[in-house]
């Protein structure tokens, strides 16, 4: 009992934890705004999801950081299960709908629930749980399991398909690499072959013949769009760069304060912007507050990045340091992804804005990762507890 009235008084002194939940709460209020201004109706429902996240994010801050250690393992595993579940040719439709052409979601009656989205924190948790004690990492052998532990659920995701989801996946795991001291002359190594790869397959898109194509239609069509919008061609603005170009005109026409919220109802409505209140709710949000929606939305972001990996540089404990740095990046990449393909720097690829965009499985489970962040940052150093990982020369990395 004293245990967990201490817990509750660290729980409500100052700390990092509380600057994130801050600027969660104002993402969601500006994603519920802007969501408003296209569909009232997704905001109802956005709105109705808000306290049960809110639930959601105070059911993780209760378990101590070691009871959510030994539950990542089987977190993971139904979670994989979940991923293999969708995928099945021979479950029905009404249990498992397609969407978009994808068969991301299982329909739970009061919601359709992605998997994929639960897997996110159970992916940064178990390789956190992994990765905590250990120093094999930091050899090129020693990255296999990692790797591993990345691509089961990357491979299974890019079967319903939905790239958007597989792509956030690496980013995380080299971040967490990083602050876990691998070396970066062999992420380099992996990273450039990854680059390598990209670039050539790009280059096959758009100078190889159709027998010659290693992604899909949809996928091709996406990468010579955004490259023709880029270069000025509009030959593909009718139908493969529609989506991007609607939302380039819209966040253009925004200005600096934008048009308001009824104004801009009506030009997003006119300009028939699809997944309006999705995938695209940041063009929305320019269009409506301008210029100043925008940069407040950017110090949102900034704040609870910042705040994520402020409770990770205070922690003392591995799993939370480590787990931080993965929900920062959680964070960081499916936002930069999304407002990139906006803008016309990134192909589409169907990604939400975390916290913003519609979609009840995202916003409950990005606040289970700020309730982690609070559990986290509530927590006082055990007084008998193992050493983290330190090295003894900040330079090893590179060796």
């Given at each position: 009992m004293n245990a967990w009235l201490d817990y509750l008084r660290d729980v409500f002194?100052?700390?990092?934890?509380?600057?994130?939940?801050?600027?969660?709460?104002?993402?969601?209020?500006?994603?519920?705004?802007?969501?408003?201004?296209?569909s009232p109706y997704y905001a109802s429902k956005q709105t109705q999801w808000v306290p049960i996240a809110l639930v959601v994010m105070v059911l993780f801050m209760l378990p101590h950081p070691r009871d959510l250690g030994r539950l990542a393992y089987p977190g993971f595993v139904v979670c994989v299960l979940l991923l293999v579940f969708v995928i099945l040719p021979f479950v029905p439709r009404g249990l498992v709908p397609r969407i978009n052409g994808a068969t991301s979601w299982i329909n739970l009656g009061l919601m359709n629930f992605q998997p994929s989205e639960a897997m996110r924190v159970f992916f940064v948790l178990s390789l956190?749980?992994?990765?905590?004690?250990?120093?094999?990492?930091?050899?090129l052998w020693g990255l296999t399991v990692p790797f591993l532990i990345m691509l089961i659920p990357v491979g299974l995701i890019l079967k319903q398909p939905d790239l958007g989801v597989a792509l956030v996946f690496g980013p995380t795991l080299l971040v967490m690499l990083v602050a876990a001291g691998a070396k970066l002359r062999h992420l380099f190594g992996i990273v450039g072959l990854g680059v390598l790869a990209v670039g050539v397959n790009v280059g096959i898109v758009l100078y190889a013949p159709d027998s010659m194509q290693l992604l899909e239609q949809h996928q091709q069509m996406r990468i010579k769009s955004m490259i023709s919008l880029a270069s000025g061609d509009d030959r593909y603005n009718q139908d493969a760069a529609y989506q991007q170009d609607k939302a380039m005109t819209l966040i253009g026409a925004g200005g600096v304060s934008g048009y308001g919220a009824e104004a801009s109802s009506v030009i997003v409505r006119y300009n028939r912007l699809p997944e309006r209140h999705n995938d695209m709710i940041f063009a929305v949000i320019v269009n409506r507050w301008g210029l100043f929606g925008a940069l407040v939305t950017l110090v949102l972001y900034l704040v609870l990045v910042f705040s994520i990996l402020g409770v990770a540089a205070r922690s003392k404990d591995p799993l939370a340091r480590l787990s931080c740095v993965g929900f920062a990046a959680l964070i960081v990449t499916p936002a930069t992804i999304n407002m990139g393909m906006c803008v016309g720097l990134m192909p589409v690829t169907g990604i939400t804005l975390p916290f913003v965009s519609y979609g009840g499985s995202s916003l409950l489970f990005s606040f289970a990762i700020v309730g982690l962040v609070m559990n986290f940052a509530a927590r006082r150093p055990q007084r008998m507890a193992r050493p983290s990982f330190e090295f003894d020369h900040a330079d090893a990395i590179f060796q």
């Open positions: 002194r100052l700390h990092a934890g509380w600057a994130a939940l801050l600027a969660a709460l104002g993402l969601t209020f500006l994603g519920v705004s802007a969501i408003d201004t296209v956190a749980w992994y990765l905590r004690y250990r120093e094999n990492h930091r050899t």
